[in-house]
């Protein structure tokens, strides 16, 4: 299993970025996928999750309404689309994938997964 993320860059406060998360050597509809983020001197948390298999998708109170996660099956591609971006959402943010299906309770557990693909850098500053 291999996760190749990208698509961080510097963007100023209200920007947008769209994250990718291209997987390979797996049978994509049967994996779920979630992007964490991880901030100098924080944990690392939970932002989005989708669960392949049926489409359901989880997001922290601090990104909802602004953050989309969605997958392009063909593609094998898990995609976090990032609006009205602001300085707190500075962070290396990575995806991750397992096979088990996750719950309102369990997608933000960095523990349950994996596969982890390498970071990939997001700075909101102006």
């Known amino acids: 299993v291999q996760l190749q993320a990208s698509g961080g860059g510097l963007v100023q406060p209200g920007g947008s970025l769209r994250l990718s998360c291209a997987a390979s050597r797996f049978t994509f509809n049967y994996f779920t996928i979630t992007w964490f983020r991880q901030a100098p001197g924080k944990e690392r948390e939970g932002v989005s999750c989708?669960?392949?298999?049926?489409?359901?998708?989880y997001y922290a109170d601090s990104v909802k309404d602004r953050f989309t996660i969605f997958t392009d099956n063909v593609k094998k591609t898990v995609y976090l689309q990032m609006n009205n971006l602001q300085p707190e959402d500075t962070a290396v943010y990575y995806c991750?994938?397992?096979?088990?299906?996750?719950?309102?309770?369990?997608?933000?557990?960095?523990?349950?997964?994996?596969?982890w693909g390498q970071g990939t850098q997001v700075t909101v500053s102006s």
């Open positions: 989708i669960n392949s298999n049926d489409g359901t998708t």
């Open positions: 991750a994938a397992d096979r088990v299906p996750k719950s309102g309770s369990t997608w933000d557990v960095s523990d349950g997964y994996d596969y």
